[in-house]
């Protein structure tokens, strides 16, 4: 028997982008130590005080099935908290629990595409999108974006390229840049949105890790409540990355259609891992606070070292647990200088070609890795670049 042609062309064909980390984790397992700046998970685990809030829950009886909405008070926390972030009148009404963001993205694309209608999306992008908007039968289109601009998408070519579409996903703070969209450029989506008759999903799932800026979530301007689901997860505020939990805001009657496809794929999200959300949730600030400081840190770290130079070039990012750098003086695109680098320096990065087409020429650098560790492989990076633009 074969797979469903929807399944077995998932992923596009071709490089999935993630040669350089693969071969990175060999030869770690062959004995070498590598630096890894590839992979946008905290180098903390989760706090203990949400791993006991999990074992008192699950003790308490949440090991169930859980309630396929999601539990009311935790959906109440997450709509005030909404609500209070921007200003948008939010009830439990407007959301609904998913196993993690991803789930919510592949959700959101299901009630905002029939099969063979196109979705768009941001060139670079999180490596997943394309995928996701196939697995549920659309056609994804990347829109380009381009580093003079920080690779912060245009009006009027947004505008033209989602002509027809029928969705357009944005990330703020965005994977891979790290770039928080400015009021410009959420004006400029909720105008492509307007104009073509879109809806918007809007991937915010860093939103707690702002380090210069504002985030300003495209449901809170005009026209866009009734069009916008915002995506939202615990796995990056609160380094919960391994007990999936996330959601989706939007407007009443879609949260229902949304309701009724978790009872058909999902089942749910577990009690215990719920509630232990809710506990975290209602910690207040000082846990999102502490996970997200050695990033805010290591970013400046990074961007103080960039600042000594002019040849490598950070894209202007402001949030996440990313800095993007242009290599492009090595003279080697960001694959060759990914595999370069790791294998005469042992530094494991991701080539911005991982992310699409846009970013190419560029490397990502995650910040999850120790200052000192993370500091020196900067050095290097620079070094290296230096060295290899004067043999040019
Ligand atoms: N969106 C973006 C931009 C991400 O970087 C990630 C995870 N790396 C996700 C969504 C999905 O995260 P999760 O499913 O863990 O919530």
Redesign the pocket.
């Known amino acids: 028997m074969r797979a469903s042609t929807r399944i077995s062309t998932l992923t596009g064909g071709g490089s999935d982008g993630w040669g350089v980390f693969y071969k990175a984790r060999q030869m770690k397992d062959a004995g070498d130590e590598i630096t890894e700046l590839t992979?946008?998970?905290h180098d903390i685990r989760t706090h203990a005080t949400i791993l006991d809030a999990m074992h008192k829950y699950a003790k308490d009886g949440y090991t169930g099935y859980a309630i396929m909405p999601g539990e009311p008070a935790l959906r109440d926390t997450v709509a005030a908290r909404v609500q209070s972030r921007t200003g948008v009148p939010t009830t439990r009404d407007n959301v609904v629990i998913t196993?993690?963001?991803?789930?919510?993205?592949f959700a959101a694309h299901m009630a905002a595409t029939n099969p063979g209608e196109t979705a768009a999306y941001l060139d670079p992008y999180?490596?997943?999108y394309p995928g996701t908007i196939r697995a549920v039968s659309a056609t994804p289109k990347a829109i380009q974006t381009f580093p003079e601009h920080s690779f912060m998408p245009q009006r009027d070519d947004l505008i033209a390229a989602t002509k027809g579409a029928a969705s357009l996903l944005v990330?703020t703070p965005?994977?891979p840049t790290g770039v928080v969209y400015d009021a410009t450029t959420i004006n400029a989506i909720a105008a492509a949105c307007i104009e073509n008759d879109l809806w918007c999903i809007s991937?915010e799932?860093?939103d707690t890790q702002i380090w210069e800026g504002d985030h300003i979530s495209p449901r809170q301007l005009d026209g866009m409540l009734d069009r916008t689901m915002v995506?939202g997860?615990?796995?990056?505020s609160h380094a919960m990355?391994g007990s999936?939990?996330?959601w989706v805001v939007g407007p009443k009657d879609t949260i229902d259609e949304l309701i009724s496809l978790a009872t058909h794929t999902t089942y749910g999200v577990p009690g215990y891992i719920q509630m232990a959300a809710l506990h975290a949730l209602n910690e207040g600030d000082w846990l999102e606070t502490e996970v997200g400081a050695p990033f805010e840190r290591r970013r400046k770290l990074v961007l103080d070292l960039l600042d000594q130079q002019n040849l490598v070039q950070p894209v202007r990012s402001g949030g996440?647990m990313y800095v993007m750098l242009d290599v492009r003086a090595a003279g080697m695109d960001g694959e060759n200088f990914a595999y370069a680098l790791l294998e005469q320096h042992k530094i494991a990065v991701m080539p911005g070609e991982s992310f699409g087409n846009a970013a190419a020429g560029h490397i990502r650098v995650a910040l999850t890795t120790d200052d000192d560790l993370l500091v020196e492989a900067i050095q290097t990076i620079l070094k290296f670049t230096e060295d290899l633009a004067s043999k040019r």
Request: no cysteine.
């Open positions: 992979i946008g998970e196993p993690g963001g991803q789930s919510a993205l999180y490596a997943t990330n965005n994977n991937d799932v860093y995506v997860s615990m796995s990056k990355t999936r939990v996330g996440a």
